[in-house]
């Protein structure tokens, strides 16, 4: 059974500070997508990661790809309350077609 | 106006009826996907679509069933609601593996 594990689930953080969200896998990929989720909207996309060692950075948020490791991170820097929502990551293995998503990381920025 | 849309945005439905969720766009893509959401399960797979005559099963098939009545259309069908379809439905679509997926506004389903 194909398994893309998040953590922390909850992570609860002052504004300034910095921290990772971690996604672990359990297939053979180099295929690696993050979400970003409002409550009640839909998912928009954030990075598109396609090879080892890929690194993609928007604003301050970057996330890299360990496909030896069948880990991603997302790191957060100087948090600021507007990037309060849930992360999601997703792997496309490389012999399938389909996604599959992390349960989700509820990020909450404390003022 | 939205690249992909998802009809109704909301339904209250009773158990044992038939429900259909409609979805369409204007993004030219091959690839449609439905999902279902539910809290702490993150997205799960039910049925995606490389074109009009390719139609797979995803992780969470059973008791769903799909139409692709053309490129842009893409509707998901409870053929007989139970109150463990109780969920948000995202539609999403996409261009290939080397791009992400782009989703609808979501359906939010209540079967009572």
């Known amino acids: 059974e194909l398994k893309v594990e998040q953590n922390p689930l909850f992570l609860s953080m002052q504004e300034g500070k910095n921290y990772t969200i971690y996604c672990n896998y359990s297939?053979?990929?180099?295929?690696l997508y993050w979400y970003r989720q409002d409550p009640g909207k839909s998912l928009e996309s954030l990075f598109v990661?396609?090879?080892?060692?890929a690194v993609k950075q928007e604003g301050r948020l970057m996330a890299s790809l360990d496909t030896k490791a069948r880990l991603s991170t997302l790191h957060i820097t100087a948090a600021v309350h507007d990037l309060s929502a849930t992360y999601f990551c997703?792997?496309?293995?490389?012999?399938?077609?389909?996604?599959?998503f992390g349960t989700g990381t509820s990020l909450t920025v404390i003022p | 106006d939205a690249d992909v849309t998802q009809t109704p945005r909301n339904r209250i439905t009773k158990t044992g009826k038939r429900i259909m969720l409609e979805c369409s766009q204007t993004?030219?893509?091959?690839?449609m996907y439905w999902y279902r959401q539910d809290p702490g399960l993150g997205l799960r797979l039910i049925y995606y679509s490389f074109d009009v005559k390719d139609i797979n099963k995803g992780e969470i098939s059973d008791g769903y069933s799909v139409s692709r009545q053309a490129q842009a259309k893409f509707s998901l069908s409870l053929e007989s609601a139970i109150p463990n379809q109780t969920a948000l439905y995202f539609c999403?679509?996409?261009?290939?593996?080397?791009?992400?997926?782009?989703f609808g506004p979501g359906t939010r389903l209540t079967v009572l």
């Open positions: 999403a679509t996409g261009k290939d593996f080397t791009d992400t997926q782009y």
């Open positions: 997703a792997v496309e293995p490389n012999t399938g077609n389909q996604f599959y």
């Open positions: 990661l396609l090879s080892n060692g």
């Open positions: 297939t053979t990929s180099d295929r």
């Open positions: 993004k030219g893509h091959d690839r």
